[in-house]
């Protein structure tokens, strides 16, 4: 599987950003999906989670109700939208793949790692 994440950006904090994660060489709704972000100076941090069928998602408790997991199994394509972002939310995103039907948020169950997309939230 290949993954490509993009929509980073630098924003304000208040703003709103969507990234999205681009999968290829598998079939999509075959696999589940995460987002995981790493600041800089620290580990991995779980984000969120989507099953195959993107009926059930999963948030870590600093997004919860901020940022939503989507996908579009039809254009093999995650996404992360990003609301009210805070200086905290500042990190690199990267998307994940696994073969589980729902990983969730330890990500020694993703098989496959995107390249990752920066997001910094600063006035």
């Known amino acids: 599987v290949q993954l490509q994440a993009s929509g980073g950006g630098l924003v304000q904090p208040g703003d709103s950003l969507r990234l999205s994660c681009a999968a290829s060489g598998h079939p999509f709704s075959d696999i589940s999906m995460g987002w995981f972000r790493q600041a800089s100076g620290r580990g991995r941090e779980f984000v969120a989670a989507?099953?195959?069928?993107?009926?059930?998602?999963y948030y870590a408790d600093s997004v919860k109700g901020r940022f939503t997991i989507s996908r579009d199994n039809a254009k093999n394509t995650l996404f992360l939208q990003m609301n009210s972002l805070k200086p905290e939310d500042t990190a690199v995103y990267s998307c994940?793949?696994?073969?589980?039907?729902?990983?969730?948020?330890?990500?020694?169950?993703?098989?496959?790692w995107g390249q990752g997309t920066q997001v910094t939230v600063s006035s």
């Open positions: 994940a793949s696994s073969s589980s039907y729902f990983a969730g948020t330890s990500d020694r169950l993703y098989d496959y």
């Open positions: 989507i099953d195959r069928s993107g009926s059930s998602t």
